[in-house]
């Protein structure tokens, strides 16, 4: 119900997307209401976006690697050389703790991106929203649309940055608290860069517009002096 004006658009969408009761009462807006009011909308890719984003919310993600599973990681991974000193064959490490950690830190973030991408491909709403954000982006002169849509999407959804996990600071190795010195990868925000540079933030920037549009008509349609059909 959306008589809680505590609750945003959004997330009554959300619920109203799962909800098993559809009756539609003259007097009270409910989630019936809000379904019919988001078919209205003139925003296609909007509407698209809210059911990709509404998906998003539910499902189930993958942990982030932490700190602790990275060295975990790292002890795995060291390896050793044989060579001959003095006439006495020996094990010497190959790698360094540092290089190991690093080495550890890459492979758990691949898997980490691995599962997302397994995610996102996952999700009902995505096709819809890559087709029509494929079909429109190329009237602005973007090449390889097919290509570089789907990274901005996966932006879109989770903005967190990969370097630092929204933490803003790079971590201390060994240390369970973080450093003084601002993340490189974000410069300290927290969040991960646009990919494709300022094609990709145009299209990023579009995806929102077109989401406020929505949400704006689901409100207007919804307001006690607007009929809803």
Not at 76 to 88: C, I, N, P, R, S
């Amino acid at each position: 119900m959306l008589n809680d004006e505590k609750r945003g658009v959004e997330e009554a969408y959300q619920v109203a997307g799962n909800t098993s009761d559809l009756r539609v009462e003259g007097d009270t807006k409910g989630d019936a209401d809000l379904i019919i009011a988001a078919g209205w909308s003139p925003s296609r890719v909007g509407m698209a976006l809210l059911r990709l984003h509404s998906e998003w919310d539910k499902a189930e993600k993958p942990q982030r690697p932490s700190p602790r599973h990275i060295d975990l990681l790292a002890d795995t991974l060291q390896q050793y050389a044989e060579t001959t000193v003095k006439g006495k064959v020996v094990k010497v490490a190959v790698f360094s703790p540092a290089q190991l950690r690093e080495r550890a830190r890459k492979q758990a973030q691949d898997w980490y991106m691995h599962e997302m991408a397994k995610l996102v491909n996952k999700l009902k709403s995505l096709p819809a929203v890559r087709s029509q954000l494929t079909t429109y982006v190329p009237k602005w002169g973007i090449a390889e649309a097919s290509m570089k849509v789907p990274a901005v999407i996966a932006y879109w959804l989770d903005q967190t940055c990969r370097g630092c996990h929204g933490l803003k600071f790079q971590r201390i190795d060994g240390a369970p608290t973080l450093g003084t010195k601002v993340c490189r990868s974000c410069g300290g925000t927290g969040v991960a860069p646009v990919p494709h540079g300022q094609e990709g933030r145009r299209v990023a920037n579009y995806m929102d517009d077109c989401v406020q549009k929505a949400r704006t008509s689901i409100r207007n349609r919804l307001l006690p002096s607007h009929p809803v059909a």
